[in-house]
């Protein structure tokens, strides 16, 4: 589906209430990319994305721990980055990429364009194909497991998702829609919705 100038908006604090996505994997993720943009007004923790496969819960999440605080998790190992600047505007879209190969196991995270410091998660580790992915909740088992605590409550849209590590130049070129083809494409995606979340059109 094309949701182009389209927004998921998460109401309120739920348990059960999240969008899978499904995006085609035929083979294991040996890199990815990873960006969305969302509006929210919550001060504690939450969930923007959460990729679990039977083995591992966190495959992949992109959490947000607190307003200055990132978690990254890949293979299930994490990083905190801790961010200036972005605070002090008040509520606001923030745009969000996350990149990582596992050649080098470098993990790049990228607000609003800028990048942060580099570091390193799961090097030589492969993220397999049986995934669930869900936005707007953190996934504690396959599937499942889910904390109202940390479920997000706001707008989320612009989600895509590349089986490679983009150049800081193509992230740049993201919101203009001329990026190379995504294995998650906002503009064709494929999604279904769980619990009280509304696709509605976007107000910018």
Known sequence: MDLDEKVFVFPKPSSNSYVQLKPHLPEPLRQFTVCLSFYTDLPREFALLSCASRN????????????????IYVGGNNHSYIVTGNTDRGYHWENVCVAWSLTTGIVQLFLDGMALPRKGLSKDYAITTDLVMMLGQDQDSYG????????????????????????????????????????????????EIKGYVVLEPSLD
């Open 144 to 191: 499942g497991s889910l904390a109202k605590p940390q479920s997000f409550v706001g707008e989320i849209t612009d989600v895509y998702m590349w089986d490679s590590v983009l150049p800081p130049q193509e992230l740049r070129r993201i919101w203009r829609k001329t990026v190379p083809a995504p294995v998650l494409n906002w503009t064709a995606l494929n999604f």
């Open 56 to 71: 591992r819960d966190n495959e992949i999440l992109l959490l947000k721990h607190s307003p200055t605080v990132y978690n």
